[in-house]
């Protein structure tokens, strides 16, 4: 079955830190850029983070400097380290392929208090 499965969201106060990871089964994860999204309230899915097969990452200016993408291949797993958390950061994140998206999971809840 080829998922992507989002865990490790949670409720933190404003400056805290918060490790998202994406296990992916079903395909070849070591040949595929991956890409973390977020989705807040009222709002479009914004990309925020990306990292190819190679491992070059690329950041929306908005998580610049505070998040970090990284992947585990033998594990078939991309991470999302989030530091110094901002309320604007609320929102519902996703993993995905950057090419040949699959189906939109769930997500995993991220709420960051003030």
């Known amino acids: 079955q080829v998922q992507l499965v989002e865990s490790g969201g949670g409720l933190v106060q404003a400056g805290g830190s918060l490790r998202l990871s994406c296990a992916a089964s079903g395909i070849i994860f070591s040949i595929n850029a991956m890409g973390w999204y977020r989705q807040a309230p009222g709002k479009q899915r914004e990309l925020v983070a990306k990292?190819?097969?190679?491992?070059?990452?690329q950041y929306d200016d908005s998580v610049k400097d505070r998040f970090t993408i990284s992947r585990n291949n033998a594990k078939k797993t991309v991470y999302l380290q989030m530091n110094s958390l901002k309320p604007e950061d609320t929102a519902v994140y996703y993993c995905?392929?950057?090419?040949?998206?699959?189906?939109w999971g769930q997500g995993t809840q991220v709420t960051v208090s003030s």
């Open positions: 990292i190819t097969s190679g491992g070059i990452t």
């Open positions: 995905n392929l950057m090419f040949n998206y699959l189906p």
